[in-house]
């Protein structure tokens, strides 16, 4: 044979292998085309679709790389999400693998610029429906599920918008790698995936659907696998102001407003549709924030405890402690008068622990305890359990540290219409048991040299009540201190819950209660104040 004959053997053999190897790759690239337009559309369902540009394979670098990818899912004419990215690169695709009927494998997956639309969330089957018009897209058949297996999936310069209709609307960018990923008709192994990726959210932004408050976060942070998520700037505020916000609802309402710099979450543990487990959540510097504007003359309405709303959560949550570090809470009320009455707490530490909805019948709801700086002049503990059971019963006990009286002049002018000109309290010890009907306990109050005077709410300039004037300076009304004599006063607590209040308000109601029956001579219920004639 001679050395030509060789070469052109040679040749003709490239050729034939070259030709062979372009054969082969054209039928994988109808055969995937067939898959993933046919074979998974059918294992997922008909309400399925997926599409792309162009899909192109290498056997000899062992790459796929699909353009234009869109994957979406409707209900008749209606589409309620889609995902769509530029450029999908599959690395490692084992394409013999493929051929011989071994399933779908990759090393990894890249996704360029990824951006999922959101109508409405709609993940399980389509569920047929006699009134529908128009026959489904595809009928869902029988068939093989496909065996998938992805080293890695990587998305970078993501884009998620949800807006459904109404004024509903949740936006982010985000960034992911998902490792190890088996699919076989489903996910199998899904708390591996969750404990093994990383997903960085930025620019987070979601308006509620009553579009009254807006809550942002500028990132979510879950790319170490072996770390807490961490969020950072967390928000929530209104969208209205506050001289507008009353005027939403038409009854009186609360206005909310929290900012956290810095949350910390440990990764859920247990993470299924039967039970989420989160060891804590730490957050440093929050800020929260009540608003009550109490001067339009609407109707109160009635504000359930907390049992109710945690109970009805569908998913059976736990979260063990949510701890608080240099916190502040902030309540500024708006009644008779025009000047807010504000409670300034500061300088919180402690945690709330044992949070639960599994065992809604006897057991804790969550248990709280806490120290901080009262009104910024004397220190305040607390121990607070709220539990399940026959009208929400919780059990509240606090202490308050010695200081001066006269700070709360301000809060009491526009509440009550009186200020303490002088006053130093040595102890306060509330203990109070109570439910959604009532309250009841008593209060241990140490003080001396109390000296009250009945004011104008709005002026603070003192009234002309000069028969009731008189009677408190006497201290014909008011014990001037505790105890006196040698005799000590409690304070007992015995009040049916104002319904409309919330949790914290009842407690203030009850202190009050307690108050007022340690520093009276006479029962409050039974004092009229009456102008001299």
């Known amino acids: 044979m001679t050395k030509s004959k060789i070469l052109l053997g040679i040749l003709i053999a490239v050729v034939l292998l070259i030709a062979g190897l372009i ?27 997926i599409d792309f540009d162009e899909l192109s394979v290498s056997l000899i670098q062992n790459e796929l790389s699909i353009n234009q990818l869109s994957f979406s899912k409707s209900r008749g004419s209606e589409q309620d999400w889609i995902f769509t990215a530029g450029k999908v690169e599959f690395e490692g695709f084992r394409g013999f693998s493929f051929l011989l009927g071994k399933g779908f494998g990759v090393d990894s997956i890249v996704l360029l610029e990824p951006n999922i639309d959101i109508k409405r969330f709609a993940f399980s089957d389509f569920k047929a429906d006699t009134t529908a018009t128009g026959e489904p897209k595809k009928k869902k058949q029988k068939t093989d599920s496909l065996k998938v297996s992805i080293g890695g999936i990587n998305c970078r310069r993501g884009s998620l918008n949800y807006d459904p209709e109404g004024p509903e609307q949740f936006s982010c960018d985000f960034d992911f790698i998902i490792k190890e990923i088996e699919f076989e008709g489903k996910l199998k192994n899904i708390e591996k995936l969750w404990d093994d990726s990383g997903v960085l959210l930025t620019d987070a932004k979601y308006q509620f659907s009553d579009s009254v408050y807006t809550m942002t976060v500028e990132s979510i942070d879950l790319t170490e696998s072996d770390s807490d998520i961490s969020i950072t700037n967390f928000t929530l505020e209104s969208n209205l102001s506050k001289s507008a916000f009353p005027k939403k609802f038409g009854w009186r309402k609360s206005r909310f407003a929290a900012h956290a710099p810095i949350v910390t979450v440990s990764r859920p543990k247990n993470f299924n549709d039967s039970l989420l487990v989160i060891s804590n959540v730490n957050l440093d510097s929050l800020y929260l924030e009540i608003h009550k504007d109490n001067r339009y003359p609407w109707p109160d309405r009635v504000t359930k405890l907390p049992q109710g709303a945690i109970a009805a959560i569908k998913m059976p949550i736990r979260v063990d402690s949510i701890n608080f570090t240099n916190s502040a809470f902030k309540f500024i009320g708006i009644f008779d008068s025009d000047i807010p009455s504000v409670i300034d707490i500061i300088e919180i530490n402690g945690s709330l622990a044992g949070l639960q909805n599994i065992d809604t019948v006897e057991a804790d709801l969550f248990k709280f305890e806490a120290t901080s700086l009262f009104m910024g002049e004397t220190r305040l503990g607390m121990q607070l359990t709220y539990k399940y059971g026959e009208n929400d019963p919780f059990e509240l006990n606090a202490e308050v540290g010695e200081t001066n009286l006269s700070f709360m002049s301000d809060f009491l002018q526009s509440v009550a219409g009186i200020r303490i000109d002088e006053g130093r309290v040595t102890k306060l010890d509330l203990h109070m048991t109570g439910n959604k009907y009532a309250e009841r306990g008593y209060v241990d109050f140490y003080y001396t040299n109390l000296n009250i005077t009945a004011v104008d709410k709005q002026t603070g300039e003192k009234k002309w009540l000069m028969n009731v004037l008189a009677d408190i300076a006497s201290g014909v009304l008011f014990w001037k201190e505790n105890p006196n004599s040698n005799k000590f006063r409690r304070g007992d607590i015995s009040k ?6 919330g949790f914290a308000a009842q407690w203030i109601e009850g202190l009050f209660d307690g108050i007022l029956n340690s520093v009276s001579k006479v029962d409050p219920s039974k004092v009229k104040l009456k102008k001299k004639k």
């Open 23 to 49: 054969g082969l790759e054209t039928y994988l690239n109808n055969k995937l085309t067939n898959v993933l337009k046919n074979q998974i559309e059918l294992q997922l369902g008909y309400e399925y679709d």
């Open 496 to 501: 049916e819950r104002t319904l409309y209040k």
